[in-house]
């Protein structure tokens, strides 16, 4: 995840992501940008700039390009809290399985 919110969605630096994946495959994922870096840390402190809760299945889906961020929106498959705009962006940026 640190390469889709750092690369491919380019975070600023100091912005961190939460991935809060709920159902069987669940987890939090938290990646922080410093240095111009995203990397997954162990908790990103405080309030993260962007929260998105989604389910695992629409997660894997995202990941594999099977669902766009827009079409995972729409149909209320993910939440965003904080920096909708960033949120967006890393949402469409998600499709990074060949």
Do not use: H, N, Y
Not at 69 to 89: K, P, S, T
């Amino acid at each position: 995840m640190p390469f889709v919110v750092g690369k491919r969605a380019a975070a600023p630096d100091g912005a961190s992501v939460r991935f809060d994946v709920t159902g069987p495959l669940g987890r939090r994922i938290d990646v922080l940008v410093t240095g111009g870096r995203a990397a997954a840390v162990e908790d990103a402190g405080g309030q993260p700039s962007a929260t998105l809760v989604l389910g695992s299945e629409a997660f894997w889906r995202l990941g594999c390009g099977r669902l766009s961020g827009a079409a995972a929106r729409e149909a209320g498959l993910v939440e965003v809290a904080g920096d909708v705009a960033l949120g967006a962006r890393v949402l469409d940026s998600m499709a990074f399985m060949i």
